[in-house]
């Protein structure tokens, strides 16, 4: 017997039809001898539609009534799916997220997990019940319901994995796993049959957008096991782990999971997948005074108004040793405030010109093999060259290596480097099968 969590996202839980498939693979995991806890999230595009109508009624909405509205679309979900679960024979339970244990600060709108007390959780399928907890939603110290930010679910469902001690945490979406690179760029991406953590999290950082962030450093921390696949196939997908499964999922996990890892990682190729990002921006400071403390001021005002910097380059003229420029990126939500308050202190940094681009994007080439691997950036830049695109900005971390170029030549960089590291399938094997890739 084994502890399974089960998250499906919107696209799964889209529609009656849709509820009553997710219930017959609940009930036949149950059935299968495991103890089930499933996450759902709001059915397909409920969340959207709750967030369009309260902007039909105002641009102002208090934040806590706001929370209240978006929790609603995971508990008729939850409702929904417990109905068709009990409907099949197997006995099942919906839960809230405060029912579920999961204590948050009160952020609004992306508050984060501070505790789990999943006690009649664990209850429930000690009981040989099956749970079913809504998604994306917490409860503050003052009992007011929070939402943990778009795509949340995934969060919920790897803390109460990590809460539960569970032995894999199966994120069910409408693609068969996680892909070398987005297959509406590169029809001949491959899925990935395993990956680590480590990448995963490189990759949800950098634009992969089929897991939420934070459930990926969840997991990390926690060390819970992951499978991304499709509700809609009985494919497997992605196993992302730094360990072996246990052997009682055999069956539930893709062959790879379960073999030796030191063979596994044999045969794991230099570069695992491309992630890409479009969302960025980009500042220059040009001609601040380079002097200790002046990149700190930046930062520090940058972080004030809330911008979440990601690349950072600093270059200083040989022609004129005093003076250093500044660029960084940052999401393209950030710009607008980061401008305003630089610009209030242009006077004190003492800079001569804010340049500012919203026209780049962010290719990231991510693989722990490259660890070990000398000559990938040579690799990638010859590729980019090829292909005569320009790069802008780079930075790297151990298994990572990302270079901005113009938004244009973005979708043209990532199928020439698909190519030139020899990731292309044979034929193409990607299937979106629900449509909204949640
Ligand atoms: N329903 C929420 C959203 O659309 C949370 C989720 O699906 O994970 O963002
Ligand atoms: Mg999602």
């Known amino acids: 017997m084994a502890l399974i969590v089960q998250k499906y996202g919107g696209s799964s839980v889209s529609d009656a039809e849709a509820m009553k498939r997710v219930a017959k693979r609940v009930a036949e995991t149950h059935e299968a001898g495991h103890q089930v806890v499933v996450v759902v999230s709001a059915m397909g595009d409920t969340t959207d539609d709750l967030l369009d109508t309260a902007a039909e009624i105002t641009k102002n909405a208090p934040e806590r009534e706001m929370d209240i509205l978006l929790s609603a679309g995971e508990r008729i979900s939850m409702a929904l799916l417990s109905m068709a679960v009990n409907e099949l024979g197997v006995p099942a339970t919906?839960?809230?997220?405060?029912?579920?244990?999961?204590?948050?600060?009160?952020?609004?709108?992306?508050?984060?997990?501070?505790?789990?007390?999943?006690?009649?959780?664990?209850?429930?399928?000690?009981?040989?019940?099956?749970?079913?907890?809504?998604?994306?939603?917490?409860?503050?110290?003052?009992?007011?319901?929070?939402?943990l930010g778009r795509g949340g679910s995934d969060t919920t469902a790897v803390a109460l994995a990590a809460a539960l001690n569970a032995d894999v945490c199966e994120i069910y979406t409408d693609v068969d796993g996680l892909f070398s690179a987005d297959p509406r760029i590169v029809p001949k991406a491959h899925r990935l049959r395993t990956l680590t953590q480590e990448e995963t999290l490189e990759m949800a950082a950098h634009g992969a957008k089929i897991l939420h962030l934070?459930?990926?450093?969840?997991?990390?921390?926690?060390?819970?096991?992951?499978?991304?696949?499709?509700?809609?196939?009985?494919?497997?997908?992605?196993?992302?782990?730094?360990?072996?499964?246990?052997?009682?999922?055999?069956?539930?996990?893709?062959?790879?999971?379960?073999?030796n890892p030191e063979e596994e990682h044999m045969e794991q190729p230099v570069i695992s997948g491309?992630?890409?990002?479009?969302?960025?921006?980009?500042?220059?400071?040009?001609?601040?005074?380079?002097?200790?403390?002046?990149?700190?001021?930046?930062?520090?005002?940058?972080?004030?108004?809330?911008?979440?910097?990601?690349?950072?380059?600093?270059?200083?003229?040989?022609?004129?040793?005093?003076?250093?420029?500044?660029?960084?990126t940052l999401p393209e939500g950030d710009a607008k405030k980061t401008l305003a308050?630089?610009?209030?202190?242009?006077?004190?940094?003492?800079?001569?010109?804010?340049?500012?681009?919203?026209?780049?994007?962010?290719?990231?080439?991510?693989?722990?093999?490259?660890?070990?691997?000398?000559?990938?950036?040579?690799?990638?830049?010859?590729?980019?060259?090829?292909?005569?695109?320009?790069?802008?900005?780079?930075?790297?971390?151990?298994?990572r290596i990302s270079v901005?170029?113009?938004?244009?030549?973005?979708?043209?960089?990532?199928?020439?480097?698909?190519?030139?590291?020899?990731?292309?399938?044979?034929?193409s094997?990607?299937?979106?099968y629900g449509g909204t890739g949640r």
């Open 429 to 432: 094997e990607a299937v979106v």
């Open 214 to 259: 934070r459930a990926v450093e969840f997991a990390r921390r926690y060390g819970v096991p992951l499978h991304v696949r499709s509700s809609f196939s009985e494919k497997n997908g992605t196993w992302i782990s730094d360990t072996p499964a246990n052997p009682q999922l055999k069956g539930m996990v893709p062959a790879a999971a379960l073999a």
């Open 341 to 399: 308050a630089l610009e209030a202190h242009r006077a004190e940094i003492q800079f001569d010109d804010l340049r500012y681009n919203p026209n780049i994007g962010k290719l990231s080439l991510i693989g722990a093999g490259m660890r070990t691997n000398p000559g990938v950036s040579a690799r990638l830049f010859k590729a980019l060259s090829e292909a005569n695109i320009n790069m802008d900005l780079i930075s790297t971390s151990e298994i």
């Open 94 to 147: 919906a839960y809230t997220g405060a029912q579920a244990g999961i204590r948050t600060n009160s952020n609004f709108g992306r508050a984060q997990i501070i505790g789990m007390v999943p006690e009649r959780i664990a209850r429930a399928i000690k009981d040989g019940q099956v749970a079913i907890v809504a998604g994306f939603q917490g409860v503050s110290k003052d009992e007011d319901v929070t939402t």
């Open 274 to 328: 491309i992630a890409h990002d479009r969302s960025q921006d980009k500042i220059t400071v040009t001609n601040l005074p380079n002097t200790p403390g002046q990149a700190a001021r930046i930062f520090e005002i940058c972080a004030e108004v809330g911008a979440n910097v990601d690349m950072i380059v600093q270059n200083v003229p040989v022609s004129d040793p005093t003076k250093a420029n500044i660029t960084f």
């Open 404 to 427: 901005v170029t113009k938004l244009d030549d973005l979708d043209r960089a990532v199928q020439a480097v698909h190519t030139a590291f020899g990731l292309d399938a044979t034929e």
